[in-house]
C-alpha cells in the first residue's frame, strides 16, 4: 500500500469542510493523513474539531506579526514541522502573497462556493441570487496568488430555486461543499491529477496497464 501523502489545513473558523475532511481521511484507502490544523484565529471551533480528531493543532495568529511576510513564515515553520506535503485551506479568511504561494504551488487546494470563475469574492450566494442565476455549487481549484483564482480539479453543480434565499442557499451548497472537497484531495494525493502547464488534467489507466494524460472530468457528487 503507497504512503498516504501528508496533509495541512488552514481555518480561520467553524472548521465544517475541515471536519468533512477529517471523516474522508479516516477510511482506510483514503490516500491523504492530515497532520496538522492552524488556525489564524485562536479559539475557534476548528481547531476542537481537530483535536478531538487527535490532529495536532496550533494557531499563528497573523495580528501578532509586523507583516504579511512574517505571518507565512511561521505558517511555513509550522507546516514544515508537521512534514506537510499538500496544504488545504478549508474557510482560511487571508489573501497570501505570491512567494507564499509559489512556495506551495500546484500543492495547495482551496474551495470556493460558486462555479468559478463566477462570482469569485465575498457574498457570493447573494450576489448569485441578484444576478438571476439558476444554477451556481461549489469549486476545488489550486491556489494562485490572485484571489479566487487558479487550475480547477474539481466542481459540483447546485440548482438554484424559486423561493431561495441567502440562507437555504449556503446551506445547500456548503452541503456539496462537503463532498466535493473530499473526492478533490482524493484526485490529488492519490496523483489521479496533475498539473500541465497551468491545466489540470487526470492520469487515466489503459487497459494495457499503461497511463495516458486526458483531460479530468469529475463526477458530480450526488444530486441537491
Request: with cysteine; glycine share 8%; aromatic share 6%.
Amino acid at each position: 500500500m503507497s504512503t498516504k501523502r501528508r496533509v495541512g489545513v488552514l481555518i480561520s473558523g467553524r472548521g465544517s469542510n475541515l471536519q468533512a475532511l477529517i471523516d474522508a481521511a479516516k477510511a482506510p484507502d483514503y490516500p491523504a493523513k492530515l497532520v496538522l490544523v492552524v488556525s489564524n484565529v485562536p479559539d475557534v471551533q476548528g481547531l476542537t474539531r481537530a483535536e478531538v480528531a487527535g490532529i495536532p493543532t496550533c494557531t499563528v495568529n497573523h495580528r501578532d506579526f509586523p507583516s504579511r511576510e512574517a505571518f507565512e513564515a511561521a505558517l511555513d515553520e509550522a507546516l514544515g514541522g508537521a512534514g506537510a506535503e499538500l496544504l488545504c485551506n478549508a474557510g482560511f479568511m487571508r489573501l497570501l502573497t505570491e512567494s507564499f504561494v509559489s512556495r506551495w504551488l500546484n500543492r495547495h487546494l482551496n474551495i470556493h462556493p460558486s462555479l468559478l470563475p463566477a462570482f469569485k469574492g465575498l457574498d457570493t450566494h447573494a450576489r448569485v441570487l441578484n444576478a438571476g442565476a439558476t444554477i451556481t455549487g461549489c469549486t476545488v481549484h489550486f491556489v494562485r496568488a490572485a484571489m479566487d483564482d487558479g487550475p480547477i480539479v474539481a466542481q459540483a453543480a447546485v440548482p438554484i430555486h424559486a423561493d431561495d434565499t441567502e440562507e437555504s442557499l449556503a446551506a445547500r451548497v456548503l452541503a456539496a461543499e462537503h463532498r466535493l472537497y473530499p473526492h478533490a484531495l482524493r484526485l490529488v494525493a492519490s496523483g489521479q491529477v496533475t498539473m500541465d502547464g497551468e491545466r489540470v488534467v487526470g492520469m487515466l489507466e489503459g487497459a494495457d496497464g499503461t497511463y495516458e494524460v486526458a483531460l479530468f472530468s469529475p463526477p458530480l457528487p450526488g444530486n441537491f
